[in-house]
């Protein structure tokens, strides 16, 4: 169940702990009443939107100075719920911060719910849901290249290729209900077919994206495996470009497994170093090992290495479709060859920049040459029905096409929000931060 629109909401919008400025934001029909009540300066109830005024932070009943602060205001429409709002600038101190939002708790204020002021910006028609969920995007990007895909998401790019989807599959659908409501009007038929393949190719370079906007924005695990001494610790340590796991000439040095993070093509990755896959009687090597194979099979993408200067080992088990061959140490004379293999040196660097190109490659696919990418799962399971759902309107004679188009422009229509229900609004909004 959605929270009340109607009361005035209050909440810390910095992050919890200690900084130089801290955020008080307060959103609702007595959003300038309530900041009157506590503020020292200027009259919040008549300062224009979009002024910052210099004043103090009072308790009311014992006029206690609480902090210096700035007062910002904005009025409805023209702000980000699009209610009467308020921001109060305060130190960033946790004492301040809980001292500022119990005054206003006590003014009738509530505490606001995790998203509820983004949740009130797109009950108020501010922004359509798929903004919404770029909003929690930028809120988690890890990269840069995460913030820019939130952004294009919220400055509405996914929302107008859905909406141009729509509007041709509507276009269709209009004029195969005036091909079957007067047929003896002599209305021109419709290539309807190659509408719909075109509409379901849209969808599908789309839906490309889904599982590269997953990585880009939530990271991805990236497992690197192979015999003992195949230099896997020291491949970890050439993408790190810094010392981080041990190295030796010993073989079983790495017994556990050692985890890293680190960006590549844009994509944050925790990298694991595995330990070295052979038969041992040691019981602590051999659950290592077992623990490094358990570990390719769950990871995005594994990194399978094999010493080129050394006779090649039998090749274990693992997910080969999402597993790049690498053949390490050649810098040193070598004694096979393969070109399904990346040859690698950690020593020299070489290769090293054509394996990054080969990790973005099988991590982004070919969603990296697209513009626009999903950003949620709903958005990817909303895209998928609309599709199935053309895919049978295709098949349908004309009589029937026209209810399966209907059907995917109603799905289509719930990226923006429209027909979506509360339970599902709600599921969304929760994962937003308390003050967002």
Request: glycine letters at 8%.
């Amino acid at each position: 169940m959605l929270p009340s629109r109607h009361d005035t909401i209050a909440a810390v919008a910095t992050p919890a702990g200690s900084g130089g400025i801290g955020v008080v934001r307060v959103s609702g029909p007595r959003a300038l009443a309530v900041c009157k009540a506590i503020w020292q300066g200027h009259d919040p109830q008549n300062s224009p939107g979009g002024r910052f005024w210099h004043g103090f932070v009072r308790d009311p009943v014992s006029g206690e100075l609480i902090d210096e602060a700035l007062l910002l205001v904005f009025r409805a429409p023209r702000s980000y719920t699009g209610e009467d709002a308020v921001e109060l600038q305060t130190h960033g101190s946790a004492a301040v911060l809980r001292r500022v939002l119990q005054l206003l708790l006590d003014q009738g204020c509530r505490v606001a719910a995790p998203g509820e002021f983004t949740l009130r910006a797109f009950l108020n028609g501010r922004i359509d849901l798929a903004q919404a969920e770029s909003v929690l995007a930028l809120v988690e990007a890890q990269s840069d290249s995460a913030r820019r895909q939130a952004l294009l998401g919220l400055n509405r790019r996914l929302s107008a290729e859905i909406a141009s989807i729509n509007d041709d599959l509507l276009g269709l659908l209009s004029h195969i209900q005036a091909l079957l409501d007067y047929p003896e009007e002599g209305v021109e038929p419709h290539s309807a077919h190659s509408l719909i393949d075109r509409a379901i190719t849209r969808l599908e370079n789309l839906l490309a994206t889904a599982s590269a906007g997953r990585k880009l924005l939530q990271g991805a695990r990236l497992a690197i495996i192979g015999a003992p001494n195949a230099g896997k610790s020291s491949l970890l340590n050439a993408l790190l470009g810094y010392r981080r796991a041990l190295v030796a000439n010993e073989p079983g040095t790495t017994r556990d497994y050692l985890e890293a993070p680190l960006e590549i093509g844009g994509v944050p990755l925790l990298a694991v170093d595995t330990a070295g896959i052979r038969q041992s009687e040691d019981p602590v090597e051999a659950a290592g090992v077992e623990n490094a194979i358990a570990i390719a099979a769950a990871a995005d993408l594994v990194l399978y290495l094999v010493d080129s200067s050394s006779p090649r080992p039998p090749e274990p088990d693992l997910p080969w479709s999402r597993t790049v061959r690498i053949a390490s140490k050649c810098d040193l004379p070598a004694v096979w060859s393969d070109e399904r293999f990346l040859a690698v040196s950690s020593v020299s660097g070489a290769g090293l920049n054509e394996l990054r190109e080969a990790i973005k490659s099988k991590l982004l696919g070919g969603a990296d040459s697209k513009e626009v990418w999903l950003v949620s799962e709903r958005q990817a399971e909303t895209l998928r029905e609309a599709r199935d759902l053309l895919r049978e309107a295709r098949k349908a004679p004309e009589d029937l096409m026209g209810m399966g188009i209907e059907a995917a422009t109603r799905a289509l229509a719930q990226v923006s929000g429209e027909n979506v229900d509360e339970e599902t609004i709600a599921r969304i909004f929760s994962n937003f931060c308390v003050g967002k």
